[in-house]
Every structure is written in structure tokens, then in C-alpha cells.
């Protein structure tokens, strides 16, 4: 088996166990969130101040772990689909079609993404998803939506044009703890209104 095709099952493995795992990192993740926010979030609305954003370095970390391994799922099956492609494992004519035009890919896919994202958030937030809702959680969340929708554009872009560097990637994880730096100051901002 040539060089490039044992590189190309090896990334497709570790692809498929983080998506596996992927799932796993988000009940966990949310199950500490809704620990720290009782009843979904209500506690903003109920003036009670969750007693882990006195310390806004924990929520700070646990949001950059998690925009962390989300970008990195990303940048992982990117690579792993660009390698199935440049190895010839498809045989038809519209594989290389996300490679010839990676910019309308990347954004496509990153406006998928941040819509998903959206309803997560509304899910979390109102325990189900609440359309009436959706337009000022789109307005609160859209600068952190502005910084966190470039960063996965750029991965993507990087990714399928094949011009990934460990530059690059210091770049995006930049990206994603100004993010998460972000979240954590519109918390504690949202809090600090609530409670007067």
C-alpha cells in the first residue's frame, strides 16, 4: 500500500473515532453548561448568578476546548476528503469540484454550520426551538458568530486550496479564543443586565 493511501486510512480512522466521540464531548460539555445555567439557561432570567463565572477563566477554557476540537473535527474531515480525492478513490467527474472552487464551498458549508449552531443555542437556551426566538438570539449572537463563521471559513478554504500551515492553524485557534473570549464577556455582561 502506497505511502499516501496508508496516511489516507489513517486520517479517515481518526476522522471517524472523533466523530463517534464528537457527540460524547458535547453531552459533556452541555451537561456542565446546564449545571452551571440550571433549567436551560433560566437562571439569567431568575437573577441567579451560577457560582462558576466568579471565576470566567473555567467557562473561558471550557468554551476555547470546545471551539478547539469543533475546528478541529472540521480540518480533520477536510483533509481526510481532500486526500480521498487526490488519491483517485472516487471515480466519477464531480470530485474535484469542492477543490476547484473551495471558496463557495467554504462558505456554504460555514453558513450551514453557524445556522445549526444557532438552533443548538436556541435549544439550549429555551429547552426546544423556538423560532420566535431565533431573531435576538441572531442579533446577540452575531458578532461571535462573525469571528467563529471566518474561522471556520478560513480552515476550509486553507484546507481544500491545500495551503494548511502550522502558521495557519495558530491563526485559527487565535481566532476561535477570541471567540470564546467573546462568549465569556457577553455572559458576564448579560448577567450583569439581568441582575441590574
Known sequence: MPEERKHTVFLGL??????????????VFFNILNDTFPNHL????TLSIPGILVNSFI???????????????ILLGMTFYVNLVLIGFFKGEYEYIVLEHPRIFAIVFTIVVLFLSILR????????????ALPPIL???????MVEGYGIYFTIKKTLNREMTMKSLVFIYVIFLIAAIMEVVFINLLIRVTTG
Open 14 to 27: 481518526a476522522f471517524l473515532i472523533l466523530l463517534v466521540l464528537s457527540p460524547v464531548e458535547n453531552t
Open 42 to 45: 433560566l437562571a439569567v432570567r
Open 59 to 73: 467557562l473561558l477554557g471550557m468554551f476555547f476546548i470546545n471551539n478547539v476540537l469543533f475546528v478541529s473535527l
Open 121 to 132: 443555542t436556541s435549544n439550549l437556551i429555551y429547552g426546544g426551538i423556538s423560532i420566535a
Open 139 to 145: 442579533l446577540l449572537s452575531a458578532p461571535m458568530g
